[in-house]
């Protein structure tokens, strides 16, 4: 019989085994051991490349935290920015949810609302083209559409696991926003239907496109209902074009004379390129720069067809007293362009000379009539097998606003025959209104996050952090 100091000494080394096992088996070539001017955490990070076709030489950038204490029983989660064409490490990770947050272009600071607090975040740069994300083979380029960006999606994600296998049987979520309407819910539909192992849960999506009538007719209703816009420039884009057909015509190569007169006359009362930010209309400008995750909206806004008037006064000087979340994303872009930081991400750039948070060759070759196309039914689709979902809105957003995105969560919930289980009221933070909520069934629940922009967490960090955190645990957001 063995002695009890044995029995101890021996047990001690097998967990001592099975530890170093466990930390082993995590890929050490895309360890992040630090990060430029990082200060100092706990967790580990990992960054690198996943093939997703061999053939033609093309991978996809992942950049992954774990959460910051007990990552072994917490959840993972997928999340995927918009665009199409914008990158989830440029904007998701480094100005909105991430451990870290750019200080103008030369330090990161800890971010005091990440969401690797709660989970294991895994940040994707897809398709190839985004950020550091590429395609050897340029003519992949030109057969960019929401099907490819799946598939390949669903590729990365069976080699990111066999990478890190601890997690191939951990909760998994996918959440995302803008065109991650489509991104997020057509990943969950293959993963599904091609019967993966996967442990999915739910969807998060924010701010999402997912009817195009829908959401960017909700858009004129937006800017007359917060004074954007004259009750005599409404009635016109009501009644000679709406915004969706402008977008429409304006990708079909050919713009009507209804659509000129509609947008001459909004041009005339405010232009989204030297007054307001529609992202976040409440918002001050970063006059020195301009970015948008919604990149079909922004070539056309941008477009010689939709610029009618100038001001001579509108120089694009920076203001040297600007708060730095004004530039958050101009800092974070200058930021992945150092060449520390992409040595100590194992990133490289190739082909282009500059790290982008919106590819222009994804967001001028990706399939202009995949946006048309609805996926609130596919969201549907995921509600009758179970799957929870939510979808918010930061209700400072006029591009994707969020009386579109109600209307459609509502008639998605009747369309389904789910009743109201929770009903329309205000959630609260610290005692003060954090947004609206409402929840139908026992899956579905949709909310708004008050003062938010499009990327809700970017301006309002902590309730977009306890709405993360409510919907990975399933419970409602709270009540006064």
């Given at each position: ?168 049987n951990r909760d998994f979520y996918i959440m995302g926003e803008s065109y991650g309407g489509h991104y997020v819910p057509q990943l969950a539909e293959l993963i599904i239907k091609t019967k993966l192992n996967f442990k999915l849960k739910g969807i998060a999506i924010g701010n999402p496109l997912l009817d195009f009538d829908t ?150 070759n990706y399939d202009s009539l995949n946006r048309e196309i609805p996926t609130i039914n596919v969201v549907g689709f995921l509600l009758k097998l179970g799957l929870r979902v939510t979808v918010y809105s930061g209700d400072q957003d006029s591009v994707i606003p969020f009386m579109g995105t109600r209307r459609l969560v509502d008639?998605l919930a009747k369309t389904l025959g789910l009743r109201t289980t929770v009903p329309y009221g205000a959630w609260f933070v610290d005692k003060q209104v954090g947004g609206w909520t409402q929840i139908y069934g026992n899956h579905l629940t949709y909310a708004t996050v008050r003062g938010a922009s499009h990327a809700t967490p ?23």
């Amino acid at each position: 019989m063995f002695s009890q100091p044995l029995i101890l000494v021996t047990t001690i080394l097998a967990t001592s085994l099975l530890i170093s096992s466990l930390v082993n088996s995590f890929p050490e070539a895309d360890r992040v051991k630090s990060l430029p001017y990082q200060p100092p955490v706990s967790f580990q990070q990992f960054a690198g490349y996943v093939p997703v076709d061999d053939k033609n030489q093309r991978a996809l950038f992942y950049y992954f935290v774990e959460a910051q204490t007990n990552p072994a029983s917490k959840p993972l989660v997928l999340w995927l920015n918009g665009g199409p064409g914008c990158t989830s490490v440029g904007v998701g990770a480094f100005t909105e949810h991430g451990p870290f947050v750019t200080n103008q272009g030369e330090a990161i600071e800890k971010n005091k609302y990440s969401w690797n607090k709660e989970a294991n975040i895994l940040y994707l740069e897809s398709p190839a083209g985004v950020g550091f994300s590429y395609s050897l083979d340029l003519s992949f380029y030109k057969t960019l559409n929401d099907e490819v960006t799946a598939r390949d999606s669903l590729v990365f994600l069976q080699r990111w696991f066999a990478k890190f296998p601890e997690y191939k049987n951990r909760d998994f979520y996918i959440m995302g926003e803008s065109y991650g309407g489509h991104y997020v819910p057509q990943l969950a539909e293959l993963i599904i239907k091609t019967k993966l192992n996967f442990k999915l849960k739910g969807i998060a999506i924010g701010n999402p496109l997912l009817d195009f009538d829908t959401d960017m007719n909700a858009a004129d209703e937006y800017y007359w209902s917060h004074g954007i816009i004259s009750d005599y420039a409404y009635k016109i884009k009501t009644s000679l074009c709406n915004s969706s057909r402008v977008i429409r015509e304006y990708f079909n190569g050919h713009i009507s004379t209804d659509c000129l007169v509609a947008a001459q006359k909004l041009s005339e009362e405010y232009s989204f390129t030297s007054f307001i930010d529609p992202y976040y209309v409440i918002g001050d400008k970063c006059l020195s720069y301009n970015i948008s995750q919604a990149g079909f909206l922004r070539e056309m806004l941008n477009s010689d067809m939709f610029q009618f008037r100038k001001s001579n006064n509108m120089q694009q000087i920076e203001d040297p007293d600007q708060q730095i979340d004004k530039c958050i994303m101009k800092y974070s872009e200058m930021y992945l362009n150092r060449k520390d930081v992409q040595n100590a991400l194992h990133a490289r750039l190739v082909g282009t000379t500059n790290y982008r948070l919106c590819s222009k060759i994804v967001q001028t070759n990706y399939d202009s009539l995949n946006r048309e196309i609805p996926t609130i039914n596919v969201v549907g689709f995921l509600l009758k097998l179970g799957l929870r979902v939510t979808v918010y809105s930061g209700d400072q957003d006029s591009v994707i606003p969020f009386m579109g995105t109600r209307r459609l969560v509502d008639g998605l919930a009747k369309t389904l025959g789910l009743r109201t289980t929770v009903p329309y009221g205000a959630w609260f933070v610290d005692k003060q209104v954090g947004g609206w909520t409402q929840i139908y069934g026992n899956h579905l629940t949709y909310a708004t996050v008050r003062g938010a922009s499009h990327a809700t967490p970017a301006t309002q960090p902590k309730r977009s952090f306890l709405l993360f955190n409510a919907f990975i645990q399933g419970k409602p957001l709270p009540k006064a």
